[in-house]
């Protein structure tokens, strides 16, 4: 079998296609990423799970979703119950934190319990962003509050949750995406703030949880670290910051290279992300010609790089033995309190 490549990559719709199926297995991604697009019924998610697993080889390479609760929540009702958003659960941390907590674990048992029995085996959270008044809603209501030690108390428990249920987290969006005034799906946010202010606003979550095995970054600009590039191409970010002042030594994948933040063609901003200090590079679209640009400037994992994606795979299957319904009477029974 071929080495697996530093790129996560989507899929088209909710069955993989022949020409999909050929791109996988002669490109081996080292995993996958799932969108509302890829979600049909109970057993076509399976399916296509396995499918996905089968163009790498058969091995249980990490298949991601954005499963936070809130708007962002890719499988939904009948599937799934609709849960609530971080800010839902702040504001039971807010009324008792000790209930917030617990609240916040809870729910992401039951992400763990909701994503393991389909094979999907990473959900993209804990949001560890610290929101300023003012900035853009793309985080919004996914943060847990705009107290650093809120976020950080929160995005423990929730981190800890999925894992107790065998299902890895990646905190997002690293070093912080609170303060960006524009949505980076559609343009790049520039953040202004001194670096005091950052090390005492931003950073904190993520330098709390920097043991936890992986992270993506945020498209933003930094412009008192660098203010020429966004965190997911700044080698300056990512080395001074990143790896340095938070201390992070975990696997760092870039946020969606298809996003408009980030610009160049696919193939240009793949090349920077793959060259200057990420990990991984994700694209997250399906669209096969954007693919074959992405994984046209990535390489095979090697080094530092692969040593992290083995600490990650070593890590899978690790389940406690918790009692799925009780799990979700004790949440059902926090939420009355929001």
Sequence with gaps: MSESQAVILGVAGREITSEEKAFYRGEQPWGFILFARNIGEPQQISDLVASLRDTVGGRNAPVLIDQEGG????????????????????????????????????MSRLHAFDLLKFGINVDCLPVLDVPVEGASDVIGSRAYGKQPAIVTDMGRAAADGLKAGGVLPVMKHIPGHGRGFADSHHELPVVDTPLSDLMAHDFPPFKALAGELMAMT????????????????????????????????????????????????????AHAIANNGCDIVLHCNGVMDEMKAVVAEVHPLQGAALARTRRVEAAFGNVDGSDEPAIRAEFNALLPTV
Aim: hydrophobic letters at 35%; proline letters at 7%.
């Design 71 to 106: 708007r962002v929540q890719r499988i939904r009702e009948p599937i799934c119950p609709r849960y609530p958003s971080g800010a839902d659960l702040g504001a039971i941390y807010n009324a008792d934190p000790e209930k917030g907590r617990r609240a916040a674990w809870l």
């Design 218 to 269: 945020a498209h933003v600009v930094y412009s008192a670290i660098d203010p020429t590039s966004p965190a997911t191409t700044s080698r300056k970010v990512i080395e001074q910051i990143i790896r340095g002042e938070i201390g992070f030594e975990g696997l760092l994948m870039s946020d969606d290279s298809s996003m408009n933040a980030l610009a160049g063609t696919l193939g240009q901003r």
